[in-house]
């Protein structure tokens, strides 16, 4: 759910390195793309290794500020596709059929589900394939990792769930060997005793076997253990801080626990760190505003209000360098925490400069700013989370990335 998808598959020996931490975007211009950019791909970076990733942030981010993107948007995301369901980072031929040597992964067809699953136009049929074919790359555990077959990890299992979700399957159905996603992401869970990182998730257990809290993950699962997908949704504030408790088998009380940490780590400078062998920390832009989302997506906005003032403050360079995957992220942040606008975020419309990175968008609703404080005070409702949101959803359709992230009850499968 980061901008770190992009490099996610350099090589499938590092994948779990290069997820877990991803640094800011270096300044300074872009390399020419190796491949030909194609017509209705946003973005003019290499799309090699996120083409599918970002191509669906980006409409998932149009569709939860009422943008409906250009034909030939969609018509390149859907075109993506293999004959099995599968979706691969990139594909340069989309004539030519899938074969071996073309490497299908889970995440970029969950992100690519997501995408399609809230398009006005049907692509069920589209859908339909991709799910079958991410139930059946299931692991034994109940997760999935990156690549079909590969050890399950909190990110991937999260992103899948939300794809189901988001497509109407139940969750907790889905099942393999009796396990099911939730299952898996418990075992990637810490308990509540493990002194400075309880509550948070691992991406997987280290070479001896024990989990490392690491926040990227830890922000994917806190959306797939709370039924949300990538985009997160927007609620009305929770009764009380997040506390990290026993969660047994509630996945819940496990998406708090995980917030709870997401919390503490951000409370003393207001966002994330990352720390990669041999450089310098630094403020890592993708992962906070990915924790933003999942803290507001339970309600959590005191806990977010510093993070998110501070990456109003600094991700403009950022979101530039990051292009449509970066603008997207900040997209789900505006759209989900309170009191932040998605026209005027760190004084920027995030809505213009997102569309201005792809082919012209078929309509543009009227402007509206996103956050619950703004919306409840409009509506007439009965004061239940996603109410207000449902009415508006002619304009903000955000529901769920919500990511996902799982099960979800909205427009983007808001069903767990």
């Keep these: 759910m980061n901008v770190r998808r992009s490099a996610a598959v350099l090589a499938a020996g590092i994948t779990v390195t290069v997820i877990a931490a991803t640094p800011a975007v270096a300044a300074g211009p872009s390399p020419s793309p190796s491949v030909a950019i194609p017509a209705g791909l946003y973005g003019t970076s290499d799309p090699t290794y996120d ?133 898996a992401l418990r075992k990637l869970a810490l308990p509540c005793d493990s002194d400075a990182d309880a509550g948070a998730f691992a991406y997987q257990p280290d070479k001896k076997g024990e989990l490392v809290a690491n926040a990227d993950a830890t922000a994917a699962a806190v959306l797939g253990m709370s039924g949300q997908s990538l985009a997160g949704s927007p609620q009305d504030d929770a009764d009380s801080p997040a506390t990290c408790e026993k969660p047994g088998a509630d996945p819940e009380q496990s998406a708090i626990n995980g917030a709870a940490w997401l919390a503490k780590a951000m409370a003393k400078d207001g966002h994330l760190t990352s720390a990669l062998p041999g450089a310098e920390p630094q403020p890592d832009y993708g992962n906070t505003a990915d924790a933003i989302v999942a803290l507001s997506s339970l309600g959590l906005h005191d806990q977010a209000a510093k993070p998110l003032r501070w990456l109003e403050t600094h991700a403009k360079s950022w979101a530039a360098q990051g292009g449509p995957a970066a603008y997207a992220q900040l997209v789900f942040v505006a759209t989900t925490a309170k009191g932040a606008d998605v026209h005027d975020f760190g004084g920027q419309d995030l809505v213009t400069l997102l569309n201005a990175t792809g082919p012209t968008p078929a309509d543009i609703e009227e402007p509206v700013t996103a956050g619950p404080e703004e919306k409840a005070a409009s509506d007439d409702n009965d004061g239940s989370p996603n109410v207000a949101w449902t009415v508006g959803g002619a304009l903000l359709a955000v529901a769920a990335a919500g990511f996902v992230l799982v099960a979800r009850n909205r427009r983007r499968g808001r069903q767990q």
């Design 51 to 183: 083409g599918v990733w970002r191509q669906s942030l980006a409409l998932l981010a149009q569709d939860a500020v009422g943008v409906q993107p250009a034909d030939e948007a969609v018509a390149w995301l859907a075109g993506q596709q293999c004959a099995d369901g599968a979706f691969a980072a990139f594909r340069a031929d989309p004539g030519t059929a899938c074969d071996a040597e073309v490497k299908v992964d889970t995440n970029s067809t969950a992100a690519a589900v997501q995408a399609l699953s809230t398009l006005t136009v049907s692509y069920d049929a589209q859908v339909a394939k991709a799910v079958t074919w991410l139930k059946s790359v299931e692991n034994a555990d109940g997760g999935w990792g990156y690549s079909p077959g590969g050890a399950s990890d909190a990110n991937s299992t999260a992103v899948v769930m939300g794809a189901l979700a988001d497509a109407g399957v139940t969750v907790p159905n889905v099942r393999k060997d009796g396990k099911s996603p939730y299952d």
